[in-house]
C-alpha cells in the first residue's frame, strides 16, 4: 500500500481503545506528509473519574481511570514513533446537564460496557446523581479533555561523507 | 490490566453514541481540533476513530477541508453515510481498523 499525505491526523478519544496504541500512532505517522500534524484528544486518567457519570459509580470510575493511557506516556509514544510533540493543553467543556437525559445515558453504558456494575452499585450511583442535579439550578459537568499536538518533522537530508 | 476492547465505543447504540456529536459538543471541540491541526481549506485531514463522524463532518463545513473519516464499526459508520453530504468541504467515509490503516483517498507522495 502507497503512503499517502495528509495534512493532519485526529485521533479523538480512539487511543485508549485500541490494543496496540504504538502501531496506531506508526500509522498516523505514516499517513501524515512532512510537516502534517496528529492532534490527539484523551482524557487523562486523573480526570477520568471525576467526569458525569463515573464519578457516581465507583466501578466505572476505577475502571476508567485503568483503561485512561496517562498524557505522559501518550507523549512518550509519540516520540518514538518519530513525532514532535509541540503543545499541550486542556480544556473544559463545562456541559449544562439534564437529569433525564444522563439517567438514560448512565443505563445504556452500563449496560453495554460496564456491565460488571451490580443493580445495587447502579441504583446507589442514580440516587446520587439525582441528588447532586437537584441541589443546584444549572447543573454542570466540567469534563475536561487534553489535546496533544505533534508533527511529523521534515526527513532530514542525508549526511554528506566529509572528505577526509 | 484492563482490555480496551472491553471497552469499546462500538458496543454501545448508534444514536447513544452519536449525542457525543451534540451541537453545543461540536460548537466547543471543533474549533479547538481546527487551530491545533492548523487546518484550513482544502487541508487533508484523516480522522481516525471517527465513530458516527460528527467531526470529521463538522471540520470539513467548518473550514471547508477534504476530511476522511475511519472507523472500525460498519454500522457507526453506515450512519456517518446516510446523512446528507457535508455544504463545505468534502468527507468520505471508510470502514478501518486504526492500527492497520488502509490507506485512504489523501494526496498520493508517490
Redesign the interface.
Known sequence: MPSRAFDCVILSLALHQVSRPDAALREAHRALCEGGRVVIRTIAPEDAAERVPARFFPSMAAADVARMPAVEQLESLLAATGLVVSSRFRSFRNASLDIDRETEAARTEIVSRYPFIGQSELENGLRRMQRAAAATTTWVDPRPATFIVAHRPATAPAKAIPSS | M????????D???TE?FD?RFSD??LR??VP??VR?????PS????????GTGG??RA?AESVGAEV?GCDVSSRFIDHARAKPKSARGSVEWIVGD?????????????
Open positions: 484492563v482490555d480496551p476492547a472491553a471497552f469499546r465505543s458496543q454501545l447504540p447513544h449525542a453545543a459538543n466547543h471541540w479547538l481540533l491545533a491541526g492548523k487546518i484550513a487541508s487533508l485531514v484523516l480522522d481516525v476513530g471517527c467531526f470529521a471540520i476522511t486504526a492500527e492497520r490503516l488502509r490507506c485512504p483517498a489523501g494526496r498520493s507522495t508517490a
